[in-house]
C-alpha cells in the first residue's frame, strides 16, 4: 500500500478555466490528495494520510477518497475549514493559483497524532507540496519519515507554492533535510526553476542525489521528464496531445510512476536503488502517458490502468 501525506483542498475554478456557464466549480484538490486518487484509479493500493475539516467540502473530499478506492484508515477530522485555492487558467493552459488558508483543516495534523507504527502493507510514503512548509503537518510529516526511512520506500515532490509556504528559503532548508530520507523524487523544471534560480536540470537531479536519493524525476511539460540515477541520465519524450489544461499533470506523473513500479514489484528500498535503464524507461513512459490524459482533460482527472495501457498502445 502507498500511504499519501500532505494537504487536501477546494479547487475553486473561475472564468476561463470553467467553461461549464456557471460562475464557479468547486472540484476537490491538493497535490497529495490528487497523488492519492491517481493511485486508486490505477488500481494500487493506497491510503491518505491527513486532517480534513467537518464541514461539506471535508465530506466531499472524503466521498472522492473512498470513490476512488483510497483508505480512509489515515484520515482525521477536526472542525476548522477547509482550504479553498481559486484557479484560473491562462492562455497557454497553465493553472494559476490563489490560496486562502489561514488556520485550515489540511495544515493541521500534529506529529503527536500520526499512527505510533504502521502495518507490514504499507511499502511506500509519499508526500509533498506546501504541506511540507506549514505547520504543525510538515513537522508531523518529517517526524514520519524519519521515523520510516529505510524500511520503505520515500518520494517527494516539492510542487513548490511560494505563496503558501511563506519564506523559501526556510522551505529549501527543510526540503534538502527530507531528501535525506527520500529514496524517490519527483519535481518539476518550475520547481527546480523556483529554488535554484536554474534551468540546468540535470546537474540539480545529480545534487539531489547526493543528499540522498536514488532516483531524481524531473518533469518538463512537454519537452518529457528526464530522470537521474547511479550515473545516468535518461531522457524521454511527452505524448503529442492537444492540450485542455495541465491541472494535476505532476500529481498524475507522480501517481503513475509509483504506480507502475509498485505494479513491477520495484516499490522497495533495494529495488529503487537497482533500478535498470529499461525499468526507469518503462516507469516514466507510463507516467507520462498518464499524465498526458490528464491534460486531455479539464481539471484533475486521473485515469484507469486500462486508460493508460489503451493510450499507449494507440501510439506504438
Known sequence: MILVCGEALIDLFIGASNPTGFPAEAVAGGSPYNVAIGIGRLGRPSAFLSTLSEDVFGSFLAEKLAESGVSSAYLQRCPNHTTLSVVATNASGQPQYSFYAPNSADRAL??????????????????????????????????????????????????????????????????????????????????????????????AARAWLQLGPKLVIVTRGEKGPLAAFGGLVVERPAPKIEVVDTVGAGDTFHAGLLSWLDANNLLTPAGIAGLAAEQVTQALDFAAAAAAIVCTRRGANPPSWAEVEQFMASRA
Open 110 to 203: 500534529k506529529p503527536e497524532a500520526l499512527p505510533a507504527q504502521l502495518p507490514p502493507d504499507v511499502n511506500a510514503i509519499a508526500a509533498g507540496s506546501y504541506a511540507l512548509g506549514v505547520e504543525p503537518i510538515a513537522s508531523a510529516i518529517e517526524t514520519l519519515l524519519r521515523r520510516e526511512a529505510g524500511s520503505r520506500v520515500i518520494s517527494l515532490d516539492p510542487n513548490v507554492r511560494p505563496r503558501v509556504v511563506g519564506d523559501l528559503n526556510a522551505y529549501r532548508e527543510r526540503f534538502e533535510r527530507l531528501l535525506a530520507y527520500a529514496d524517490i523524487v519527483k519535481a518539476s523544471d518550475e520547481d527546480v526553476e523556483t529554488l535554484y534560480a536554474t534551468r540546468d536540470l540535470a546537474s
